[in-house]
């Protein structure tokens, strides 16, 4: 079924905030403010929802009152394009409230990532829109003293140009060091940067598909349900969150175990690539098990699969449209957006 794609972005439109996941706009506000200061600055108008700063220990708010925030934003004539302030764990509290046939019909573009998965998910399989897997308000836009270049440049590829985004270059340098947002300790320097070594190829080949895909721990919970869509003959990207605690990563373990319920869920029979994005917070020797758990995992499948791309968890970062066709080359060792997630 063909997907249905939004217009593109224009300096003078409006971007509308919402928080359909964790309140964290509550507990940092200065993450937020710094992010409508750029935003307006850049030429956009902004709006924010009821519950955008609202918090409810893990959650921004009830979750139909998240749901009618996420109505909200795309029923409102003013808004063009939705961005999500962070993500969390309990989107999926909102996908029953939803309404996606009016979704449909009001197509807007919508980022986020993390938690987000979960809505990105949803609106592909139930609205047939594509969405984009990218930088949330508060973690990127909110970046002191202002967002990643790089960042900047592949969101705008992807959402301010009737253009397909074209070849993904891998960036410079990238960090996932944190500053205490809570001592404000982010304000007062930029993070250190790694330099970018670069992506690695795990299993070699040429293929094109539509992408999906988004965070590994978030999407598994929509496995079984009416949400989990169809995997044949995609690109399957997928990247690792914090864990418990925001200064560590997502366990190797528990990142193993996702990997075998994909794969007893015929994932890996029906997807024609895999990209895999830098793990956040992963010591060298977990990014080389890491490696060879992949390996382990696919070793009874010949489809390529890339490793260590900008998305997710670790800054900078690109946007990838869900929904739309990509190629990844090794022997040209390239990663490349073909398709356009905009409307002409």
């Known amino acids: 079924m063909e997907l249905i794609k939004p217009r593109e972005l224009k300096e003078g439109d409006t971007i509308g905030i919402i928080s359909p996941s964790a309140g964290a706009a509550t507990i940092y506000p200065h993450r937020l403010d710094n992010a409508i200061k750029f935003l307006k600055k850049e030429g956009y ?48 509290q909102t996908l029953e409230y939803l309404d996606f046939e009016k979704i449909k019909q009001n197509p807007k573009i919508f980022c986020g990532y993390s938690d987000i998965s979960v ?29 990643i270049e790089y960042t900047l440049e592949y969101f ?7 253009n397909p985004i074209g070849e993904i270059k891998a960036s410079e340098e990238w960090t996932d060091e944190l500053l205490d947002w809570g001592k404000k300790l982010d304000l007062t320097r930029p993070r250190n940067m790694n330099k ?12 094109s598909g539509e992408s999906i895909g988004g965070c590994i721990s978030s999407i598994m919970h929509l496995r079984g349900t009416e949400y989990w869509p169809n995997y044949k003959n995609k690109i399957f990207f997928w990247e690792i969150p914090e864990g418990q605690k ?94 356009s997630g905009i409307n002409e």
Not at 133 to 142: A, D, E
Request: hydrophobic share 35%.
């Open 45 to 92: 108008n902004v709006k924010e929802f009821s519950k955008t700063r609202k918090n409810n220990d893990w959650e921004s708010a009830p979750a139909k009152e998240r749901a009618k925030d996420i109505m909200d934003a795309f029923l409102d004539k003013e808004v063009k394009a939705i961005i999500c302030t962070i993500g969390g764990e309990v989107a999926n």
């Open 119 to 147: 809505l990105h998910y949803a609106f592909n399989v139930k609205s047939n829109l594509v969405t984009f897997y990218g930088p949330c308000i508060m973690t990127q836009f909110g970046e002191f003293p202002r967002p």
């Open 156 to 162: 705008k590829k992807a959402v301010c140009s009737i």
């Open 196 to 207: 970018n070594k670069g992506w690695t190829w795990l299993k070699e080949g040429k293929v």
């Open 246 to 339: 925001f200064d560590e990563g997502e366990p190797l373990s528990t990142v193993d175990s996702y990997l075998e319920d994909l794969r007893l869920s015929g994932v890996f029979n029906e997807i024609s690539g895999m990209i895999v994005g830098r793990p956040f917070k992963y010591s060298s020797e977990n990014y080389e098990k890491l490696k060879k758990k992949i390996l382990e995992r696919t070793e009874n499948y010949n489809f390529p699969i890339l490793f260590g791309i900008d998305i997710g968890h670790t800054d900078p970062q690109i946007t990838i449209p869900l929904g739309v066709n990509v190629i990844i080359n090794s022997n040209e060792n390239k990663f490349e957006i073909i398709e």
